[in-house]
């Protein structure tokens, strides 16, 4: 099995009942990355709101899901870093005497930086077992797991069922170049 990020399977698609072709899952997520709204990412796409958390909700750990997170994550990086300077820069507060500014100081908000960094770790993820295709991906991993989403098997489970069949058909291969018959290699998985 490999653990190198930009392999990806590529299979062909089986249509979705529920509309969410893999073009429609790529522009959500590549929407929600820029825009950080599942509101707007769904029109985007031209679904609902409540069908790409229904998605969501079915693809729990699969790609799709992980790529939600790590889309979320670009943008809240975004934000972290505009708190953090805020919390060590201060915000220029402006004073005014009967309608003249006066002078201006510096305010400081730590609250809100030990807020938001305490967030990020909601946006982790769950941890997995490093045999398992996901582990491969961080939660920072968007354009990866972006890619996986528009290319690969739309679970790991079938990304597993592929690469098991690979691995079988060359077992059977190398026992019938040896044994010059139809030898059967039994591998208990």
Known sequence: ??????????????????????ARQSLFLRELAASHSVKRAAKAAGMSRQSAYGLRARLKGEPFDLAWTAAL???????????????????????????ELVGTSRRYDERLTVALLAMRERFR????????????FDAEDFGPLLARVETGPE?????????????????EGDAEEAGGGAAYVWRAY
Not at 125 to 136: I, T, V, Y
Request: a negative charge; one cysteine or more; proline letters at 4%.
């Open 1 to 22: 099995m490999s653990t190198d990020k930009s392999t990806a399977l590529t299979t062909t698609h089986a249509t979705r009942h529920d509309g969410w072709t893999v």
């Open 155 to 171: 679970t790991w489970r079938e990304e597993i069922r592929a690469e098991r069949e690979a691995e079988y058909a060359e077992e």
């Open 125 to 136: 993820g769950p941890q997995r077992f490093s045999s398992h295709p996901a582990a491969a």
């Open 73 to 99: 994550r670009c943008r809240f990086d975004a934000l972290a870093e505009a708190a953090m300077d805020r919390a060590l820069n201060g915000v220029e507060v402006p004073h005014f005497y009967r309608g």
